[in-house]
């Protein structure tokens, strides 16, 4: 990238007002549906210098979110010269990237009590970047700047801002996911207080059915929610088109784009995504895949390599098992695996011509629903949790929950007539737990059985 390019990417130097005219803010203002992230923009003091890091999947928004930032600071009086946005896509390597940022800091560097805002999008595809930006703050360089960097790799931003101890002042990690129901419904003007898994769990019988009644309405948006998922890109294509196929075709190939260029080999994940209809929602070992991919893979540790690959780059999610006795995760045990959302089951049929079943969708649906920001830490590999738990006998239970303490597991069972049976192994393990079922309400001693539509919306 030359120097000159930095007037291109940053025209608010020049003319402020540019902003209104920047593609992803009228993207965002024509898009039929807009979602503000307002978690993120609450997390980010902008008053205090420090070092942000944004995970996420791509194409989820964080760019968006980046200009979006950009306008609210030139609204609130920021010298536009304080802003630089850089993408990396354009920025050969690390080197290069601390000659931006030094030229620009010695350029623009605030000399007054203003701060400076420095955005890098997509950090990741640069190898190393975090020794520049570790070499830049040990020089104080960042010392009066709010330094915000988003990535689509959870293992590149996770391990390089652990090598950033006492250099991010204000800052977080933070973590930008598909929408929940509940989101999804605020932002049509629909809200209710979310509640936790322990309140759900306190709910009698009367409070279950009183809410039926009183908001049986908010199913139509269910249906439509489960039709997109919780990309509001993708939200936005349907209500706009009745149809995502163009997201499907980018979410496709930034998939496969993606894994050429951080692992060299599109061929061999294009295989696994097209067996993973195979595996979705099932128990497996690594081991076990050997026979799902005919070999075609290679070795047990190639086929980890690059399941752990997809969960780093929030594509899939690996479920880890839970011994209850211990409360420790089992790696070498059986696992599970789901896509993070229904764009990406999209991808999945697209690829191999199988469909996932709605029960499949309703369960990756409850796991992004229990799922929490501090548990993807290590991206979609789960081994915070959420978990899941079986026998030796055969008995299973899809998620387990961490909460203040104790364990609740979380059973889906999207049919029509629900029995004792269901949720036998649950209450003598766990002795309480969550029932997520198609239509059926009830309270048996410590289990409680809830719609779908209902639990994605209080808990989500």
Same mark, same amino acid.
């Given at each position: 990238?030359?120097?000159?390019?930095?007037?291109?990417?940053?025209?608010?130097?020049?003319?402020?007002?540019?902003?209104?005219?920047? +593609?992803?803010?009228?993207?965002?203002?024509?898009?039929?549906?807009?979602?503000?992230?307002?978690?993120?923009?609450?997390?980010?003091?902008?008053?205090?210098?420090?070092?942000?890091?944004?995970?996420?999947?791509?194409?989820?928004?964080?760019?968006?979110?980046?200009?979006?930032?950009?306008?609210?600071? =030139?609204?609130?009086?920021?010298?536009?010269?304080?802003?630089? %946005?850089?993408?990396?896509?354009?920025? &050969?390597?690390?080197?290069?990237?601390?000659?931006?940022?030094?030229?620009? =800091?010695?350029?623009?560097?605030?000399?007054?009590?203003?701060?400076?805002?420095?955005?890098?999008?997509?950090?990741?595809?640069?190898?190393?970047?975090?020794?520049?930006?570790?070499?830049? $703050?040990?020089?104080?360089?960042?010392?009066?700047?709010? #330094?915000?960097?988003?990535?689509?790799? $959870?293992?590149?931003?996770?391990?390089?801002?652990? &090598?950033?101890?006492? +250099?991010?002042?204000?800052?977080?990690?933070? #973590?930008?996911?598909?929408?929940?129901?509940?989101?999804?419904?605020?932002?049509?003007?629909?809200?209710?207080?979310?509640?936790?898994?322990?309140?759900?769990?306190?709910?009698?019988?009367?409070?279950?059915?009183?809410?039926?009644?009183?908001?049986?309405?908010? /199913?139509?948006?269910? %249906?439509?929610?489960?039709?997109?998922?919780? %990309?509001?890109?993708?939200?936005?294509?349907?209500?706009?088109?009745?149809?995502?196929?163009?997201?499907?075709?980018?979410?496709?190939?930034?998939?496969?784009?993606?894994?050429?260029?951080?692992?060299?080999?599109?061929?061999? @994940?294009?295989?696994?995504? +097209?067996?993973?209809?195979?595996?979705?929602?099932?128990?497996?070992?690594?081991?076990?895949? #050997?026979?799902?991919?005919?070999?075609?893979?290679?070795?047990?540790?190639?086929?980890?390599?690059?399941?752990?690959?997809? $969960?780093?780059?929030?594509?899939?999610?690996?479920?880890?098992?839970?011994?209850?006795?211990?409360?420790?995760?089992?790696?070498?045990?059986?696992?599970?695996?789901?896509?993070?959302?229904?764009?990406? $089951?999209?991808?999945?049929?697209?690829?191999?011509?199988?469909?996932?079943?709605?029960?499949?969708?309703?369960? =990756?649906?409850?796991?992004?629903?229990?799922? +929490?920001?501090?548990? #993807?830490?290590?991206?979609?590999?789960?081994?915070?949790?959420?978990?899941?738990?079986?026998?030796?006998?055969?008995?299973?239970?899809?998620?387990?929950?961490?909460?203040?303490?104790?364990?609740?597991?979380?059973?889906?069972?999207?049919?029509?007539?629900?029995?004792?049976?269901?949720?036998?192994?649950?209450?003598?393990?766990?002795?309480?737990?969550?029932?997520?079922?198609?239509?059926?309400?009830? /309270?048996?001693?410590?289990?409680?059985?809830?719609?779908?539509?209902?639990?994605?919306?209080? @808990?989500?």
């Amino acid at each position: 990238m030359r120097i000159e390019e930095l007037y291109v990417l940053n025209p608010w130097w020049r003319e402020p007002k540019s902003i209104y005219t920047d +593609r992803h803010i009228v993207a965002f203002q024509n898009s039929a549906f807009k979602h503000y992230p307002e978690k993120l923009f609450l997390s980010i003091q902008k008053d205090k210098p420090g070092i942000y890091t944004i995970r996420g999947p791509r194409q989820i928004g964080k760019t968006t979110f980046l200009k979006m930032l950009i306008k609210n600071l =030139l609204e609130s009086g920021i010298k536009p010269t304080n802003l630089i %946005f850089l993408t990396c896509d354009g920025i &050969k390597d690390r080197f290069e990237l601390s000659d931006m940022l030094t030229i620009y =800091l010695q350029t623009y560097g605030s000399k007054s009590n203003q701060l400076n805002y420095i955005l890098i999008d997509e950090v990741t595809v640069i190898k190393d970047w975090q020794l520049t930006i570790k070499y830049l $703050a040990d020089l104080g360089m960042f010392d009066t700047s709010v #330094v915000i960097l988003t990535g689509s790799s $959870a293992y590149d931003l996770k391990h390089s801002s652990e &090598k950033m101890p006492g +250099r991010k002042g204000q800052g977080k990690d933070l #973590v930008y996911m598909p929408i929940t129901f509940n989101e999804y419904l605020k932002n049509i003007g629909i809200s209710v207080e979310k509640l936790s898994l322990a309140d759900i769990l306190s709910l009698s019988e009367d409070e279950i059915n009183k809410l039926r009644l009183e908001y049986g309405f908010i /199913k139509e948006h269910f %249906f439509r929610y489960l039709s997109t998922g919780g %990309f509001p890109r993708v939200i936005g294509e349907f209500l706009e088109k009745g149809t995502v196929q163009e997201s499907i075709n980018i979410y496709k190939d930034f998939v496969l784009g993606d894994a050429e260029k951080y692992i060299g080999s599109r061929t061999k @994940v294009l295989e696994i995504l +097209r067996k993973l209809p195979e595996i979705v929602g099932q128990r497996f070992s690594w081991n076990s895949l #050997v026979d799902i991919f005919s070999g075609s893979i290679g070795s047990v540790d190639t086929i980890q390599k690059y399941m752990e690959y997809l $969960a780093y780059s929030f594509i899939t999610f690996n479920v880890f098992f839970i011994d209850p006795l211990t409360r420790c995760i089992k790696p070498k045990k059986e696992k599970k695996v789901y896509p993070i959302d229904k764009i990406i $089951a999209d991808v999945i049929t697209e690829l191999s011509g199988e469909t996932l079943g709605l029960p499949q969708l309703i369960e =990756l649906m409850v796991l992004r629903h229990i799922l +929490r920001d501090e548990d #993807v830490s290590s991206g979609l590999n789960l081994y915070e949790g959420p978990y899941f738990w079986y026998s030796e006998r055969g008995n299973e239970i899809d998620f387990v929950c961490e909460h203040d303490g104790k364990l609740i597991p979380i059973e889906v069972k999207y049919q029509k007539n629900i029995s004792k049976s269901d949720y036998l192994g649950m209450k003598k393990v766990f002795g309480n737990g969550v029932i997520v079922t198609q239509e059926t309400s009830f /309270k048996d001693e410590g289990i409680i059985g809830i719609p779908a539509w209902l639990f994605f919306w209080l @808990v989500g």
